[in-house]
């Protein structure tokens, strides 16, 4: 079993930044991702990393705005988000997935208890 505590969120206003990680418990070999949901939504994937960071996934609504990144040698998967936009607004996890390409939260098999992101207009 891997813990995995995510940290960063916050609010901010539209425009701004914020910085998630994602701390895991010990060194696992796979693919993560980040996923939110917002209240009354589905959960979405939201980026999802390789192993070795040579292959990433970004849903369209984020593509040129956030940027997913990972340090192995900490255990820890970073999503750095600018620009951000009041429908970022959502709670944030993050989540070891078997396939980064679809970034599928039905196919992630350890999660984080999330961090809230909240971006005012």
């Known amino acids: 079993q891997v813990q995995l505590v995510e940290s960063g969120g916050g609010s901010v206003q539209a425009g701004g930044s914020l910085r998630l990680s994602c701390v895991a418990s010990?060194?696992?070999?796979?693919?993560y991702g980040w996923f939110r949901q917002a209240p009354g939504k589905e959960r979405e994937g939201v980026s999802c990393?390789?192993?070795?960071?040579?292959?990433?996934y970004y849903v369209d609504s984020v593509k040129g705005r956030f940027t997913i990144s990972r340090d192995n040698a900490k255990n820890t998967v970073y999503l750095q988000m600018n620009n951000m936009k009041p429908e970022d607004t959502a709670m944030y996890y993050c989540?070891?997935?078997?396939?980064?390409?679809?970034?599928?939260?039905?196919?992630?098999?350890?999660w984080g208890q999330g961090t809230q992101v909240t971006v005012s207009s």
């Open positions: 989540a070891a997935v078997r396939n980064w390409d679809t970034c599928s939260g039905s196919a992630a098999y350890y």
């Open positions: 010990r060194s696992t070999y796979g693919s």
């Open positions: 990393i390789t192993w070795t960071g040579g292959s990433t």
